[in-house]
């Protein structure tokens, strides 16, 4: 960070250096030596569109287990919503508690998205946090 006078107006104009990087479809704050302002505001970090799709996996799964929707067919069907979406939003079901406790807090790693889902990923969940690059302390 630097400070210079402005002469003419007498104003004190200060440069900070700042990047700015995306994050779940939002512009966040990366500091002047590279640290995560995200830290600052954990809300940030909440990835809208996972959170989305996360609620939308839970509530089609409960539909379809008490039968009003068959399959994802009927859920394009009624929805109106492409089935390619709704077959890749529903792999979510796949994923390990301890991912999914990662999306709703915000703690998921930098640049994972839904897009990763897509990708064949291993019904082992340990597996699963090493491929999608989350680190869990054991417990």
Same mark, same amino acid.
């Not at 104003?11 to 704050?29: A, E, M, T």
């Not at 995560?36 to 509530?59: S, T, W």
């Given at each position: 960070?630097?400070? +210079?006078?402005?002469?003419?107006?007498?104003?004190?104009?200060?440069?900070?250096?700042? $990047?700015?990087?995306? @994050?779940?479809?939002?512009?966040?704050?990366?500091?002047?030596?590279?640290?995560?302002?995200?830290?600052?505001?954990?809300?940030?970090?909440?990835?809208?569109?996972?959170? #989305?799709?996360?609620?939308?996996?839970?509530? @089609? /799964?409960?539909?379809?287990?008490?039968? &009003?929707?068959?399959?994802?067919?009927?859920?394009?069907?009624?929805?109106?919503?492409?089935?390619?979406?709704?077959?890749?939003?529903?792999?979510?079901?796949?994923?390990?508690?301890?991912?999914?406790?990662?999306?709703? $807090?915000?703690? /998921?790693?930098?640049?994972?998205?839904?897009?990763?889902?897509? #990708?064949?990923?291993?019904?082992? @969940?340990? &597996? +699963?946090?090493? /491929?999608?690059?989350?680190?869990?302390?054991? /417990?």
């Amino acid at each position: 960070m630097n400070f +210079q006078l402005d002469n003419d107006t007498g104003k004190i104009i200060v440069h900070v250096p700042i $990047n700015f990087r995306r @994050w779940g479809g939002k512009k966040v704050l990366i500091g002047p030596q590279g640290e995560d302002l995200r830290l600052l505001e954990k809300e940030i970090r909440k990835d809208e569109k996972l959170l #989305k799709a996360l609620a939308r996996a839970y509530k @089609w /799964q409960k539909l379809i287990a008490i039968g &009003k929707y068959q399959n994802s067919g009927d859920i394009e069907m009624v929805e109106q919503i492409n089935r390619s979406y709704v077959q890749r939003v529903m792999r979510m079901m796949l994923l390990s508690p301890r991912i999914i406790e990662a999306i709703l $807090n915000g703690e /998921q790693p930098e640049g994972f998205a839904l897009t990763d889902i897509d #990708k064949t990923f291993s019904p082992l @969940w340990d &597996k +699963q946090a090493e /491929q999608f690059g989350f680190t869990f302390r054991h /417990q």
